[in-house]
Antibody, heavy 120, light 106 residues
C-alpha cells in the first residue's frame, strides 16, 4: 500500500529556508511517476510547487521557481523540498503526492500534509 | 499564465444533481482532473483524463470537457459529497489548479 509521509519543521523564521522531506513507502520512487509538492495556505486553495522524477528531472511553478529546489534520494525513497527566503505568505499545509505526467497529468496519492508556519 | 476559473460555491439538495464548472481558454484541448477535499483532509482524486474515475470513486461522479469548460457532475448527490472541489490541468510544463468550489448539500 503506497503511503507518503511529509516531515520537517513546523515553524520557520522569515528569510530562512524551509526544508521538507517526503518519505514514500510501499512503492519505489524508481518508477514511471513524478513526485510532487502542493501547498495550501489556511482557508485558501491548492497551489502547485513542483515535481521531480527519479532521474532528477524537475518541473516547477514559475511563480516559485526562483526560491524552490526539489530533489530525490532514491536510496532512501525520499523526495525533498527546499523553499528559500520564506515569508508569512509561505505559511501553508504542504503536501507531497504521486503524479502521473505522461500524456495525462494528475496526482493520485497524497500524503497527509504538514502545516508549516513562517513566523518569528 | 494559464488560468482555471471555478465558481466559489454551488448548492444542491440531497438526491439532486450538482454541477461544478471549470473554465479556461480552449480547456477542451487539455485533459482535466478533479479533486475532492473535505475539511482537515488531503485532496482525493475523483476524476482524471476528463471522465475517468479512479478505483473506489462512486459512479455518481462523472465529467465532461469541451470548448472552454470542464464540468464535474454528481448525480444523486449525498450529504457526504459536501466538500471543496478543485479542477486541475497542465500547461507549459506546470500544474494549474482552479480556485476551488465549495459544494454545499442542503
Amino acid at each position: 500500500q503506497l503511503q507518503l509521509q511529509e516531515s520537517g519543521p513546523g515553524l520557520v523564521k522569515p528569510s530562512e529556508t524551509l526544508p521538507l522531506t517526503c518519505t514514500v513507502s510501499g512503492f519505489s520512487i524508481n518508477s514511471d511517476y513524478y513526485w510532487g509538492w502542493v501547498r495550501q495556505p489556511p482557508g485558501k486553495g491548492l497551489e502547485y510547487i513542483g515535481s521531480v522524477y527519479h532521474t532528477g528531472n524537475t518541473f516547477y511553478n514559475p511563480s516559485l521557481k526562483s526560491r524552490v529546489t526539489i530533489s530525490v534520494d532514491t536510496s532512501k525513497n525520499q523526495v525533498s523540498l527546499k523553499l528559500n527566503s520564506v515569508t508569512a505568505a509561505d505559511t501553508a499545509v504542504y503536501y507531497c503526492a504521486r503524479q502521473h505526467v505522461f500524456t495525462v497529468y494528475y496526482f493520485d496519492y497524497w500524503g497527509q500534509g504538514i502545516l508549516v508556519t513562517a513566523s518569528s | 499564465s494559464y488560468e482555471l476559473t471555478q465558481p466559489p460555491s454551488v448548492s444542491v439538495s440531497p438526491g439532486q444533481t450538482a454541477s461544478v464548472t471549470c473554465s479556461g481558454d480552449k480547456l477542451g484541448n487539455r485533459y482535466v482532473c478533479w479533486y475532492q477535499q473535505k475539511p482537515g483532509q488531503s485532496p482525493v482524486l475523483v476524476l482524471y483524463q476528463d471522465v475517468k474515475r479512479p478505483s473506489g470513486i462512486p459512479e455518481r461522479f462523472s465529467g465532461s470537457n469541451s470548448g472552454n469548460t470542464a464540468t464535474l457532475t454528481i448525480s444523486g448527490t449525498q450529504p457526504m459529497d459536501e466538500a471543496d472541489y478543485y479542477c486541475q490541468a497542465w500547461d507549459s510544463s506546470t500544474v494549474v489548479f482552479g480556485g476551488g468550489t465549495k459544494l454545499t448539500v442542503l
